[in-house]
């Protein structure tokens, strides 16, 4: 599972991380803080991703330090234990998850569970109504492969503390990616990570297309729903995943870095979506209807 690699990788390696996370982040402002000498803004640009060091083999680093990361367990409540009522329609709502398997939702949730680039940046492109690609929104890309790593290592610090068992380890039922079940065993379901970065991205590009906001929005909720139809997350899992999400879009409003990549992937969008572009960027129809059918399956 990429988010439990990427946090084994960052543990052991905090010391280098914050060693080298001011160079990219001075690179990307061009030393001046997004000023020329006379005070008047300048654009930014962006360091490529050849510039950004990664956490893990394809995984760039972050935004944030190690030391400005958010701690989730001091924000989300205690995950739902026994008899609780959170328990309850935890159980409930993963007996109607599961009776999903096989369906067109279910294989959305596949698509969904893949956090690995390129793979992961066409989970929006439908919404957003413009494919997105290294190739095609370069600036937008790298914004959400570095956010990434800032809000999936978020929501480690509760998932660490309570190592919640997850649903399939409960009801023995399978789950949508096989070859990740001996990884999620050992990797606390408590919020959910991949949660917290769909509706982390959602939020960054609801600003950024804001008349596409409500679609963009819609398939964030969706995004973190996959996981509970993946039988790897419990409702409450996908509910704080979303609080940790939101509480790390709101830390990187603060980080010039993520303002100057954010800029510039908005002036990106307005290109590409410009009327005599729109049709060669729109993400294929066929894929779209597709999406939409998964989507309008009732839970």
């Not at 989730?72 to 026994?82: C, D, K, R, T, Y």
């Not at 294989?107 to 992961?120: G, H, K």
């Not at 929104?137 to 929501?155: E, H, M, N, V, W």
């Not at 307005?270 to 009732?298: G, H, M, V």
Request: proline share 6%.
């Amino acid at each position: 599972m990429l988010l439990t690699l990427l946090r084994t990788a960052t543990n052991a390696r905090s010391l280098w991380i914050r060693s080298v996370l001011l160079a990219p982040l001075l690179a990307g402002l061009g030393g001046s803080a997004g000023f020329n000498g006379s005070g008047a803004a300048q654009a930014a640009v962006p360091p490529s991703a050849e510039a950004i060091q990664e956490l893990v083999p394809g995984v760039l680093q972050g935004y944030l330090p190690a030391a400005e990361r958010l701690n989730s367990l001091n924000f989300v409540p205690p995950a739902p234990e026994g008899a609780s009522a959170r328990q309850l329609l935890d159980t409930l709502w993963s007996e109607r998850m599961v009776s999903l398997r096989n369906s067109a939702r279910w294989d959305l949730a596949i698509r969904d569970a893949d956090l690995t680039f390129p793979a992961a940046a066409g989970a929006f492109s439908c919404a957003l109504g413009l494919r997105i690609s290294e190739t095609d929104t370069p600036a937008l890309y790298q914004l959400l492969r570095r956010s990434l790593a800032d809000i999936g290592l978020s929501t480690y610090g509760a998932k660490t503390t309570y190592q919640r068992p997850r649903p399939f380890m409960a009801n023995g039922a399978p789950i949508c990616t096989p070859g990740d079940e001996d990884k999620l065993r050992t990797d606390g379901s408590y919020p959910s990570g991949h949660t917290a970065v769909g509706w982390g991205w959602a939020l960054i590009l609801s600003e950024l297309a804001p008349d596409r906001a409500e679609a963009v929005l819609a398939r964030g909720l969706a995004f973190g729903e996959s996981r509970t139809v993946c039988n790897v997350h419990w409702y409450s899992d996908v509910v704080a995943g979303r609080v940790v999400g939101a509480a790390t879009v709101a830390r990187l409003q603060t980080n010039a870095a993520f303002l100057a990549d954010k800029e510039a992937a908005r002036a990106e969008i307005e290109r590409a979506r410009r009327a005599d572009l729109a049709r060669t960027n729109a993400p294929p129809a066929e894929t779209c209807s597709a999406e939409a059918k998964a989507l309008a399956t009732p839970n």
